[in-house]
């Protein structure tokens, strides 16, 4: 079946489910979690979201979190 949609492709043609109309392709909005705004981003609080212990980037991710938080924070009071 993939290879038939491949040769569709590659004759310029559009796969299955492949939508193009904007009233059949309309997006469907998932509820998430609420953490309550990055203003309220505690310090090694990334850790416990999606990324695990495992990541390499998670002190670095970490401080940009932590600065967004400031920054959220500093402009909530102004």
Do not use: C, H, W
């Amino acid at each position: 079946m993939l290879l038939d949609q491949l040769k569709i492709v590659e004759a310029g043609g559009d796969p299955i489910n492949t939508f193009r109309d904007p009233e059949q392709n309309r997006r469907i909005d998932l509820s998430m979690e609420d953490r309550e705004g990055i203003a309220n981003y505690r310090p090694g609080a990334v850790r416990f979201m999606n990324l695990g212990n495992s990541s390499p980037f998670n002190d670095e991710l970490d401080a940009l979190m932590v600065r967004g938080s400031q920054a959220a924070r500093v402009k909530q009071e102004s």
